[in-house]
Every structure is written in structure tokens, then in C-alpha cells.
């Protein structure tokens, strides 16, 4: 099989567009699922796949595919090269970008262990996270471990020559008894940075909770706490709205923000390219372009959006090394997108408060575990989202478990009303974030 850096090197030497960039990627990605409390079957599955970006004039062509010989080299380069041939100019597009410095190093982004675990220990790890959970007639009915292990470069015609290898591992687990359930997700670059019979409590521990739970049946205006793994959802709002490409589409509604208040003054949020052991961690972006750390929200402050190359041309500065074509739980199809302009590595820094103290200080509150599906429009923040798992708080204490209701509010507004920061991060999805206390939001029966 040819070594992806002669692929790229190939691809490139026969291009005849104007300007020419090459990804390429050589993936491996084992999943060990599980089916109603068993391990049922690993995959182990492998390829290299290009894609390959030509400019004629302005006008841009992208194609992409797995390779397995010579051949499908050279049929992508055509294939790319005869799409722009046929596309209309773009008037925004100005350059590749061109060669910049790449140097530095960081820590645990690659892990061999992940890498050469065998198949008999990935089963045992998952046997130690179900039978942690499966107390009490609680069944883990489906989930999966999945280990990716990746070589990716990219060149392109001006000169950058960038490479990268690294490790994802992602754990999801569903359990249920009787009407209740409870989902886990873990993240890490080091399948023994995750602790399987932790996991499996938490999920045993949130199904019987979500058993227990009743449904709610009034409207309530009340203080709000959101576990981490689902705040990661909401707090996709301030990604896209200091993304380049949405600044530049007039979509976000920051536009013209920096250096005004946008959020709390308790709220400092980072966009970290080179955070040790972050899953998009690497010294340069999917674009060879070198990456950065930088801060979006400094004590409620908005100070920075974030840019690949295209839309730092069309805003006439430089990129931050934001453009991006991996996944976070899969890098499978990385050859397949072209580069857009996304967040690194989130940094939400910690507050003072354990989470004990965040209950303790709520006089009429709920705790919620798990929504249906935590996303906020992404324009205008507005949030209507199904409880499925949530505690009740009364006096600062936890009381009845609830679900069958609505959290409805705004994420922007939400934001200027944080009433505490919990002081543990944890790793879900490319966010470091903690617990988070929100005022003024809605819970409405359903």
C-alpha cells in the first residue's frame, strides 16, 4: 500500500489547477457494541481515504475517496479537477494559505495502549462497566466503545506540508428498568483515562433515578442545573456564533460584539488548539495552518471569533487555525468534508462552587441529568427541550425525581444570568466544562 505522504505528494505533482490542497487520512477504528448486557462483536476496520481541493480561476472542485491503489489517485485528482472545471467562481474565495512555522509538542494525543489493546480487554473493561450498572434489575441495552487511531497529512500547492497522528476513544451506554433510563458518554485520547466501573454506576444510578421520576406537572420559573455531558450541547451557541463563516454570513447575532459583554462576568471560555490530551489537539488544523489558544470569553467579554482560511480571507485577517474536518467520536469520513471553520478544544474555566453547594444555595430549583436532545437554535438561542431525567430542588436539598416536561428559555440571555460555576471539568465531546447554574429559566409540564 503507497504511505499517505506519497499519496499527497503524488496527487499533488500531476495537479494542473491553479491551486491544489491534498488530505489525506489512514484510519483504523475498532467498535466492540454491546446488546442487551453482552459484549456482542468488535469491528476492526481500516483505510486510507483522499481528498483532494482544486482552484481553476476561482472556481473550486472537491472530491474525495478511499484509496487503494495508483489508479484511485489519479481518479480523484481528475474527478476534482473536472468539478471545477464545471462550478461558478467564487468572488470570496482569495488563496490557499500559505506556510507558516509549525513547532511545539503536546502531550496525550496519541496512546499505543489504545492502540494495541486486545480484544479479549476491551471485553473485560465493558463486562466491569455492565456489571457495575446492572443492579436492581437495571439492563444496559446498547452502547459502544469505539477506538480510532489516525495518520493524517496535509499539503497543498504553496508549500504547507503538515502532519498529525492521534488516538479517540469514545464510550456510550444506554440501561433501562421498567419505563426509566439513563445514558453515559465518556471522551479521552486514552482509553485508561476512562474509568469503566465509574461509568457503569453513574448509568445505573441515573436509570433507577429516572424509574423513580414523576412526572411534572406544573409551570415553574426556576434556578437551573445542567450536568456537564448535556450543557456541551447547549454550549454550542457560542461556537457558531463566533464562528468566521457565520460573522461573515451576518448569522450570528455577535456580530459587531468584540470587546462588549456578552455573558456573566463569571464566564471565561477558551478555544484551545494545542490542550494537552484534547481531542482535537494538534499543531496545526486540518489546513496545515498553525493552532492557537485564545480566549472567546474573557469574565463575560466577548474577545475573539474563530477562523479557517477561507473566511479569515473574506474578513481580511488572519486564520486562528480553526478549520476543520474530523469528528470527535469518529474521524472515519474525514476525507470526505471539506475544511470548515469550527472550535478546537472548548476551555470553560471552573468556578469556586462543588456541586454540592450549587444545590445547596437554590431555594426552588431542579437538577437535570438528561434531555432528550440538548440543542438551542443556534441564531436566535431559543430552547424549548424535553426532560428526561431531572431532581427537584427544595430548600437547597434534592427531592423527587421528575421528567415529562419542558425547559424552555433562551441560551444567549442564559448566559448573562449564570449563578455559579461548579470547580470539577469534565471531558465531553472537545469541551472541558463544568456544572453550570442558570436563573430564569421555565420548566413546564408536559
Not at 147 to 160: A, D, P, R
Not at 252 to 266: E, F, M, R, Y
Amino acid at each position: 500500500m503507497i504511505e499517505i505522504h506519497e499519496i499527497c505528494e503524488r496527487a499533488l505533482s500531476k495537479s494542473k489547477a491553479d491551486q491544489t490542497e491534498v488530505f489525506c487520512i489512514n484510519g483504523r477504528m475498532r467498535n466492540a457494541y454491546i446488546d442487551n448486557g453482552v459484549v456482542e462483536i468488535i469491528t476492526n476496520n481500516s483505510w486510507i481515504g483522499l481528498g483532494v481541493k482544486t482552484v481553476i480561476s476561482n472556481q473550486i472542485g472537491y472530491f474525495s475517496s478511499t484509496i487503494r491503489n495508483e489508479n484511485d489517485i489519479e481518479r480523484v485528482l481528475k474527478n476534482s479537477l473536472n468539478i471545477a472545471k464545471v462550478s461558478p467562481k467564487d468572488p470570496k474565495f482569495k488563496s490557499l494559505p500559505e506556510p507558516k512555522p509549525v513547532s511545539g509538542s503536546i502531550e496525550n494525543v496519541y496512546d499505543a495502549e489504545s492502540v494495541y489493546i486486545e480484544d479479549e480487554e476491551i471485553t473485560s473493561r465493558i463486562r466491569e462497566l455492565i456489571n457495575e450498572a446492572e443492579q436492581n434489575d437495571v439492563k444496559v441495552m446498547n452502547g459502544v466503545l469505539r477506538i480510532n487511531e489516525f495518520n493524517l497529512v496535509v499539503m497543498n500547492s504553496l508549500g504547507v506540508n503538515f502532519s498529525h497522528k492521534g488516538t479517540t476513544i469514545y464510550l456510550h451506554a444506554t440501561a433501562k428498568k421498567d419505563r426509566g433510563e439513563g445514558v453515559i458518554k465518556r471522551f479521552s485520547t486514552s482509553i485508561n483515562d476512562i474509568d469503566f466501573r465509574e461509568a457503569g454506576r453513574e448509568l445505573g444510578e441515573k436509570t433507577e433515578l429516572s424509574c423513580r421520576s414523576e412526572a411534572f406537572k406544573r409551570k415553574e420559573e426556576l434556578e437551573v442545573v445542567i450536568h456537564p455531558q448535556e450543557l456541551a450541547g447547549l454550549m454550542r451557541v457560542v461556537t457558531i456564533a463566533t464562528s468566521g463563516e457565520y460573522v461573515n454570513r451576518r448569522m450570528s447575532p455577535w456580530i459587531g460584539k468584540l470587546d462588549q459583554k456578552v455573558a456573566s462576568q463569571s464566564l471565561t471560555i477558551i478555544d484551545d488548539g494545542r490542550l494537552n490530551g484534547g481531542l482535537r489537539s494538534a499543531l496545526a488544523d486540518d489546513e496545515g495552518v498553525p493552532t492557537t489558544r485564545k480566549y472567546i470569553i474573557e469574565r463575560g467579554v466577548l474577545k475573539n471569533y474563530l477562523f479557517d482560511s477561507y473566511n479569515a480571507n473574506i474578513s481580511g485577517v488572519e486564520s486562528t487555525g480553526n478549520g476543520f474536518r474530523r469528528g470527535i467520536t469518529s474521524v472515519e469520513d474525514a476525507h470526505t468534508r471539506i475544511t470548515s471553520c469550527s472550535s478546537s478544544n472548548i476551555i470553560i474555566e471552573p468556578g469556586e462552587k462543588d456541586l454540592d453547594s450549587l444545590i445547596s444555595e437554590i431555594d426552588r430549583g431542579v437538577l437535570i441529568y438528561k434531555f432528550a436532545y440538548p440543542q438551542a437554535d443556534p441564531i436566535t438561542g431559543n430552547f424549548g427541550l424535553e426532560v428526561r431525567n431531572a431532581v427537584l430542588i427544595e430548600d437547597g436539598s434534592l427531592t423527587i425525581g421528575i421528567k415529562h416536561a419542558l425547559l424552555t428559555g433562551n441560551m444567549y440571555e442564559a448566559l448573562r444570568n449564570i449563578s455559579g460555576i461548579g470547580k470539577k471539568q469534565y471531558k465531553y465531546e472537545n469541551y472541558l466544562i463544568p456544572y453550570m447554574r442558570f436563573s430564569g429559566l421555565q420548566l413546564i409540564g408536559m
